[in-house]
């Protein structure tokens, strides 16, 4: 039988408190709050490398024991546990700072690790003893020691902590073991040299990775029986499976590739070129991103599950990456770290429920994009927090493990102030989406601002936009065609153009405050220009109608002031379902108020004040 360890190019050796809140908010969020570390072994180097995966650089290294292999990052994203083949130990890093705060002796040549969802145990891997360390990460010291096959490799533990399952190289099997007992409850028969493991996110799949076979073997977890065998090329090593379930993605060592498998059919239905000698493999909590240790070539590549690319390299800051693991998004890891209070006897059953549903509304909120509604809920988080800080239940420490994390995420999803408005001291034409601000008074000989873009806002800010001439139509002081989500506002006056304000087919735009005078038309709104809001501005001294509607539906005009001008106060020419409310015409010299349509037809006229108008149905 050939044995499969997995290992490097060349051989590895000879390579060359209580804390304030203020603190621990800043050191918190300089750890990525929202934006996850990936936490990577250096077996050449004898360190950790801790990658930003939202920048994909190192951002520090971590001196750890000899021959750093398999690492496991807990589930409340507080610590790291790593396993030192060469120095039989495995040390515990601290994710705050990023140092190893504690060294715990295990069995010989631990390979992997992994740790409970209550974050409370460790369980260690140890190859060269046939051997499971079980760590108690309340006190880092081991409090049980599990006897399994020949060769014990990779560990994984099922989603509901109630079973660890150990890939025993030597014995071609996977043992079971029930993390109630700490003994081995079952063994299921696999491939040759069984090396990685991965589980469904429901548990019901259990993948085991069999390098010398060239095979992935399924294990049903109801029965402990294999269910399907899927042939995905030479030398696989190690699995990830997506948090929806629905793919994993094998290193294949021998090709440097990832082949991908769908796990409702259990066939591969792609693979991925990465770099030499893949072997780690790590899915990002959001499913986006696959990241994969690279071992001859001392690099990460970065996996999109969108175009099943690779989108990124980065040199791994070391020699011999083997083994990745991601810290968990902040909510993720809130509500592990408040069930291992509530499995320590810190917090009751009913506490845990009580924040624990309290980060799952938040969770909800932001996935449903509410996140004013996010920002307050966490906001009762942590004042729920506190009251049990207050009562005694939550020592400072325990706390501050709360509290600071989710501070950082409420600030996080503060929007970030808009960008200042772009100034406008010259009579321009606007194309590009955003804020405009006038910061002079403008003159023209033409038309003076044209927007040719959706998605404007455009503040007068008190000035004056003055023409060449009122004569006759044709220059407008604003003109727009075609264009939708505009906002004009004022104060700000326009006068001697054809037009004040045009709007040529123009929607679900509005004009606030703005006041036109002495132009030949004021403001006209035309050609199918619907959903529009008109409020609280002025037509004066315009020699025709101060508002002209022709061809207009569905706008609304409120609270406008049409007067003196030369025709028509407010004139509505050929248009349905408009609304105009509250607004003032008077002394307009061919009428106040006019409805071209045979009783109005669908506009409704309310509450405005006029002299003259030319139908009974507008009041």
């Given amino acids: 039988m050939t044995s499969f360890t997995p290992k490097f190019s060349t051989p590895i050796r000879g390579i060359a408190t209580r804390v304030m809140l203020t603190f621990f908010v800043t050191i918190f969020a300089a ?36 021959v750093p292999f398999g690492l496991a990052v807990a589930p409340t994203a507080a610590f790291v546990y790593v396993a030192n083949r060469a120095s039989n130990n495995v040390s515990v890093i601290d994710t705050l700072t990023n140092t190893v705060i504690a060294t715990v002796p ?27 360390s079980v760590i108690r990460t309340a006190t880092n010291t081991v409090v049980a020691t599990i006897p399994v096959g020949l060769g014990p490799t990779g560990i994984e533990i099922s989603h509901n902590g109630a079973f660890a399952y150990v890939a025993n190289q030597g014995n071609n099997n996977v043992a079971v073991i029930s993390t109630l007992t700490n003994t081995v409850v079952a063994v299921v028969p696999v491939g040759a040299a069984p090396v990685g493991i991965g589980i469904t996110p429901n548990d019901a799949f259990v993948y085991v990775t069999n390098a010398s076979a060239g095979t992935v073997s399924v294990i049903a977890a109801a029965t402990n029986t294999v269910v399907a065998t899927i042939p995905v090329g030479p030398v696989p090593f190690y ?42 493999v790590a899915v990002t909590p959001d499913g986006a991103s696959v990241y994969v240790a690279n071992t001859i070539s001392s690099t990460l590549s970065v996996i999109s599950t969108a175009t099943n690319t690779v989108s990124a390299n980065i040199p791994a800051g070391g020699i011999a990456p083997i083994i990745i693991g991601i810290t968990p998004d902040t909510l993720t890891s809130l509500i592990a770290r408040v069930r291992a209070l509530v499995a320590a006897g810190v917090l009751s059953p009913g506490q845990g429920d009580v924040l624990i549903n309290k980060l799952l509304q938040i969770q909800a909120k932001i996935a449903n994009g509410q996140t004013g509604a996010a920002i ?13 800080a207050n009562n005694g239940t939550l020592n400072g420490a325990q706390t501050l493990s709360l509290v600071g994390p989710a501070i950082v995420l409420q600030n996080s999803l ?60 044709g220059t407008s002081g604003i003109a727009a065609g075609g264009r939708t989500l505009l906002n004009i506002g004022g104060p700000g006056t326009i006068s001697n153009f054809g037009r004040g304000v045009s709007f040529e087919t123009v929607t679900n735009s509005q004009v606030t405050g703005v006041t036109v005078s002495g132009n030949f038309f004021g403001f006209v709104v035309n050609a199918n220009s619907t959903g529009n809001t008109f409020s609280n501005n002025t037509s004066t001294g315009n020699n025709q109608h101060g508002f002209t509607m022709n061809g207009a539906n569905n706008n609304t005009f409120m609270n406008n002031v049409a007067s003196n001008n030369g025709a028509i106060g407010i004139l509505l020419f050929v248009g349905t379902g408009n ?21 109005c037809d669908s506009n409704v006229w309310i509450n405005n004040i006029f002299i003259t108008s030319n139908q009974a149905c507008i009041h």
């Avoid at 934006?35 to 004898?46: E, L, R």
């Avoid at 290193?251 to 072997?279: E, K, L, M, R």
């Avoid at 002079?440 to 455009?458: P, Q, R």
């Fill in 239 to 280: 699995i990830g499976i997506t948090p929806n379930g629905a793919f994993a993605y094998v290193s294949v060592f021998a090709v440097n590739s990832v082949g991908i498998i769908n796990t409702a059919t259990n066939t591969v239905v792609g693979s991925v070129p990465v770099g030499s000698g893949p072997q780690g």
């Fill in 376 to 388: 307050n809920q966490l906001g009762a988080f942590i004042n729920q927090v506190q009251a049990f």
């Fill in 414 to 473: 503060i929007p970030p102030p808009p960008p200042p408005p772009t100034p406008i001291s010259t009579c321009t034409s606007i194309n590009a989406s955003g804020s405009y601000i006038l910061v002079a008074d403008l003159t023209s000989t033409g038309t003076c601002i044209t927007i040719n873009v959706d998605t404007v806002s455009l503040d007068l800010n008190g000035h004056t936009i003055t023409g060449p001439s009122a004569g006759g139509d």
């Fill in 579 to 599: 609304h105009l409310e509250g607004n003032t015409a008077q002394n307009n010299g061919g009428g106040d108020l006019a409805d071209s349509n045979p009783a």
């Fill in 106 to 132: 295990v069995g010989a040549g631990p390979i992997h690790v992994a740790i409970t969802p209550d974050s409370a145990f460790a369980y260690v891997t140890n190859q060269n003893a046939a051997s499971v």
């Fill in 31 to 66: 750890g990525m709050a929202l934006g996850q570390k990936a936490y990577v072994s250096i077996a050449g180097s004898d360190r950790v490398n801790v990658i930003d995966t939202t920048s994909n650089t190192v951002v520090a290294s971590i001196p750890v024991g000899s």
